[in-house]
Antibody, heavy 119, light 108 residues
Framework: EVQLVESGGGLVQPGGSLRLSCAAS????????MNWVRQAPGKGLEWVSY????????YYADSVKGRFTISRDNAKNSLYLQMNSLRAEDTAVYYC????????????WGQGTLVTVSS | AIRMTQSPSSLSASTGDRVTITCRAS??????LAWYQQKPGKAPKLLIY???TLQSGVPSRFSGSGSGTDFTLTISCLQSEDFATYYC??????????FGQGTKLEIK
């Protein structure tokens, strides 16, 4: 069974940093591209970042470029999102999301982890 | 960036109804479109990809159509478990994606 379990969310002050993790199991993690997608409270879905299976290709949404860093450790079956210079508008549930063989659509999502940026 | 606009933003319907949700892209995206269903407090669930291909395990009452800039998601006979929020997503600009703003389907 495919499982994606996010962790690392919490309350952080504006300007602070947080590192999210996503533990993957039930599939060959190193074969799949992964994404982070977020959802602000009561709002829609927003794509945040993409990383290819080998980490050779990385993309970010303009809203987080220069502040967030996506990475992965295929030996540990883990995906990460380092978030720096956090702003109130980064408050959201962050989902780890697996793509179907680099297709562009997400076939599995984690349960999400809430990040709250507030003083 | 490609913008995705869904209509309506909300919709009231009854069990057994046929409903259609529209998604329009700001530029042509061929058939590079997916649809997701999200229930409160849960992660989204993939329903359809490539505009019209049903994900494994998704009931056949869900269908998708369209290409270019205009797409539709149709639920042929609403069941109680279908009341949720639906999102379209373009992946034409792979791997930079955009979602529609969502359509909330509520019980009348």
């Amino acid at each position: 069974e495919v499982q994606l379990v996010e962790s690392g969310g919490g309350l952080v002050q504006p300007g602070g940093s947080l590192r999210l993790s996503c533990a993957a199991s039930g599939f060959t993690f190193s074969s799949y591209s992964m994404n982070w997608v977020r959802q602000a409270p009561g709002k829609g879905l927003e794509w945040v970042s993409y990383i290819s299976s080998s980490s050779s290709t990385i993309y970010y949404a303009d809203s987080v470029k220069g502040r967030f860093t996506i990475s992965r450790d295929n030996a540990k079956n883990s995906l990460y999102l380092q978030m720096n210079s956090l702003r109130a508008e980064d408050t959201a549930v962050y989902y780890c999301a697996r793509e179907t063989y680099s297709s562009g659509w997400v076939d599995y999502w984690g349960q999400g982890t809430l990040v709250t940026v507030s003083s | 960036a490609i913008r995705m606009t869904q209509s309506p933003s909300s919709l009231s319907a009854s069990t057994g109804d046929r409903v259609t949700i529209t998604c329009r892209a700001s530029q042509g995206i061929s058939s590079y479109l997916a649809w997701y269903q999200q229930k409160p407090g849960k992660a989204p669930k993939l329903l359809i990809y490539a505009a019209s291909t049903l994900q494994s395990g998704v009931p056949s009452r869900f269908s998708g159509s369209g290409s270019g800039t205009d797409f539709t998601l149709t639920i042929s006979c609403l069941q109680s478990e279908d009341f949720a929020t639906y999102y379209c997503q373009q992946y034409y600009s792979y791997p930079m994606y955009t979602f529609g703003q969502g359509t909330k389907l509520e019980i009348k």
